[in-house]
C-alpha cells in the first residue's frame, strides 16, 4: 500500500496550493461579502486546466484521475469555499456526466467550452419539493418531433445564475417513477429558459446559486444524455462521483480553520504566555489535525476507488462525503473556540469557514442519506 502522491499530483498539489494562497484567498472575504461571482478566477484557472482535471486532452481537458482532482479541490477550497464549489460543480457534475454518458458529437460540442472557461456548467435536480427524494421531482419532458419539450423549475442550483450548460433531469415517463427520470444538457440561450431567485445563503455566498425555470424548453433530442430512463442513474453514478469533490472541499474548509486556528493560538497571549502552551487548547489542535488526516485519507481512498474502475463505490463515496463533512462542521467550530470572542467577528476568517462548513453537511445528498447508502451497502 502506498500513501505517496505521484510526481504528477505533487506537481498539481504545489501549482494549485501556490495559486490558492496568492490568487483566491485574498479575495474570498470579499466575494463572500458581496456575492459577486469570480469570473476573472475561474478564467485564470482554466489556463491552468482545473476546470476540466478529468477531462482527456483531446476535450481540451488536463487528462488527470480523480484523486489528483480531489487535491486541486481541496487546495482551492481551503483558500475559498465558494470558488473550490463552483469549480467541483463544473468537474464533476457537468463535465463528467458528459464525458460519461454521452455521444461523442456532445463530448467534443460541450466539452472544449467548459474546460476553457468560455462557459461555466451547473447541475439541475434539487427542486421545490424534491431534495433527498429525487423521484419526487415535477419537471418534465416529452417527445416532440426531433425535441424534447422540457417543463418545470429547479431550486438551489450552485452555478445556476451564471453557468452556460446545464445537465438537467425530468420525467420522460411518470408511471416508470425513477425509472422514467431522463438526462439533457440545456444550453443558457435556450427560449423558454429563465434564471429565477437568486439565493441570499449563509455560506458558499459566491457562487450564483439560483433558481431555474423551464417553460416548453425545446431541447434537441440529441441531447439526450444516455437512453431515456437513464437518468436516476446517470444522477446517482455522477452523485457518487461528486461526493468525493465535496469531501476534498470539506478537507480544505477545515485545513483552512486549523491553520488559522494554529496561528491565532501562536500570537494570543494570555495569563502571560501563548494560548498554545495551554493544554485545552493542544487538546482542540489535536483532535482537529487528527480529524482532517482522517478525512483526507477516506476521500483519496474514494477517489482511488474510482480511478482503479471500481463499478461500485458508492459506499466509499458516501464515507468520505459524510465523514469529511462532519468534522469540517466541528473543526471549524473549534477554531471559532480558540479565537474566543474574536471568531465571532467577520475581521477574523474563521467566522466565515463556520458559515461555509454547514453546508457540506446538506448538499450532494444530507448526511442522513450518506448514512442510509452506507448502511444499505453493508447490508444489502
Not at 89 to 99: A, D, G, Q, R
Not at 320 to 342: E, F, L, M, P
Amino acid at each position: 500500500m502506498n500513501f505517496d502522491l505521484t510526481s504528477d499530483q505533487k506537481m498539481l498539489q504545489d501549482q494549485v496550493r501556490k495559486f490558492a494562497q496568492t490568487e483566491l484567498a485574498p479575495l474570498a472575504p470579499e466575494i463572500d461579502k458581496s456575492g459577486e461571482f469570480p469570473w476573472p478566477s475561474l478564467k485564470k484557472m482554466a489556463k491552468l486546466g482545473l476546470l476540466g482535471v478529468i477531462v482527456p486532452e483531446k476535450y481540451g481537458g488536463s487528462g488527470f484521475d480523480f484523486v489528483s482532482l480531489a487535491i486541486a479541490i481541496e487546495e482551492i477550497s481551503r483558500a475559498c469555499a465558494s470558488t473550490g464549489v463552483i469549480v467541483a460543480v463544473n468537474n464533476s457534475l457537468t463535465t463528467y456526466p458528459i464525458l460519461e454518458f454521452s455521444s461523442e458529437e456532445l463530448k467534443k460540442k460541450y466539452l472544449p467550452q467548459l474546460c476553457s472557461g468560455e462557459k461555466i456548467g451547473a447541475f439541475g435536480l434539487t427542486e421545490p419539493n424534491a431534495g433527498s427524494d429525487v423521484a419526487a421531482m415535477e419537471s418534465t419532458a416529452r417527445l416532440e418531433g426531433d425535441h424534447y419539450i422540457v417543463n418545470g423549475t429547479k431550486r438551489f442550483i450552485t452555478n445556476g445564475g451564471e453557468a452556460g450548460i446545464y445537465v438537467v433531469f425530468a420525467y420522460t415517463n411518470r408511471d416508470l417513477k425513477h425509472k422514467g427520470i431522463s438526462a439533457f444538457v440545456v444550453e443558457r440561450d435556450t427560449p423558454g429558459f429563465s434564471v429565477g431567485k437568486h439565493e441570499d445563503l449563509m455560506g458558499i455566498r459566491a457562487t450564483a446559486n439560483c433558481e431555474l425555470m423551464f417553460e416548453d424548453v425545446k431541447v434537441p433530442k440529441e441531447n439526450l444524455l444516455g437512453k431515456e430512463g437513464d437518468g436516476f442513474k446517470i444522477c446517482m453514478n455522477t452523485l457518487d462521483v461528486s461526493r468525493i469533490d465535496i469531501g476534498a472541499q470539506a478537507v480544505g474548509i477545515a485545513q483552512a480553520a486549523l491553520d488559522e486556528a494554529v496561528r491565532y493560538s501562536k500570537e494570543r497571549k494570555a495569563f502571560g504566555q501563548p494560548i498554545c502552551n495551554f493544554e485545552m487548547i493542544e487538546a482542540l489542535i489535536a483532535e482537529m489535525a487528527t480529524e482532517i488526516q482522517a478525512a483526507r485519507l477516506l476521500v483519496h481512498y474514494a477517489g482511488f476507488c474510482k480511478d482503479k474502475g471500481m463499478q461500485k463505490f458508492s459506499k466509499e463515496a458516501a464515507m468520505s462525503k459524510y465523514y469529511a463533512s462532519d468534522i469540517a462542521v466541528d473543526v471549524t467550530r473549534k477554531a471559532v473556540q480558540i479565537h474566543g470572542g474574536y471568531g465571532y467577528s467577520k475581521e477574523y476568517a474563521v467566522e466565515r469557514l463556520y458559515r461555509d462548513a454547514k453546508i457540506l453537511e446538506l448538499y450532494e445528498g444530507t448526511s442522513e442519506i450518506q448514512k442510509i447508502v452506507i448502511a444499505r451497502e453493508l447490508t444489502r
